[in-house]
């Protein structure tokens, strides 16, 4: 198993209402129309992700799990890696349902997009508290 953690803090205008994504970010601050941002202040964008586990997503169809956790709720979401994935950008994390790909994606195929978590866990995602974020991949 392969394992990366992602620290990161609430915001009081995260709404995740996007249908095919969701998003963590490095960025401090966010406006109400960042419809698919789950986390911000993030310790690290998907380029600075462990080498480790930049390689192992890398494998078309490998399968990834995110769990997201806020205070005494969590969410774990599931998906896929490719060989495509191009871990470029240093400010974001991007999750998508479909299988597109951009230099800030780590997850193509989710199960769940920033619409589909679980309203509790977004009312605690509001808080600017910290959230933890485990990224594993099982090989």
């Not at 994504?21 to 698919?36: G, P, V």
């Not at 911000?40 to 799990?65: E, H, M, Q, R």
């Not at 956790?69 to 998508?96: H, P, Q, S, Y």
Request: net charge positive.
């Amino acid at each position: 198993m392969v394992r990366d953690i992602i620290r990161a803090s609430g915001h009081k205008n995260i709404s995740a209402k996007h249908r095919s994504t969701f998003q963590i970010t490095t960025e401090h601050d966010i406006t109400k129309r960042a419809d698919c941002i789950i986390a911000v202040s993030a310790d690290k964008g998907v380029s600075s992700l462990s080498n480790k586990l930049k390689k192992a997503a890398k494998k078309d169809s490998v399968g990834i799990t995110l769990t997201i956790i806020a205070g005494t709720r969590f969410e774990v979401v599931t998906g896929e890696g490719c060989n495509k994935l191009e871990f470029m950008d240093e400010r974001d994390i991007v999750i998508r349902k479909s299988d597109f790909i951009s230099e800030r994606t780590l997850m193509i195929n989710a199960d769940k997009s920033a619409a589909d978590l679980d309203r509790g866990l977004i009312a605690n995602l509001k808080r600017p508290e910290d959230i933890v974020i485990i990224v594993e991949i099982t090989d």
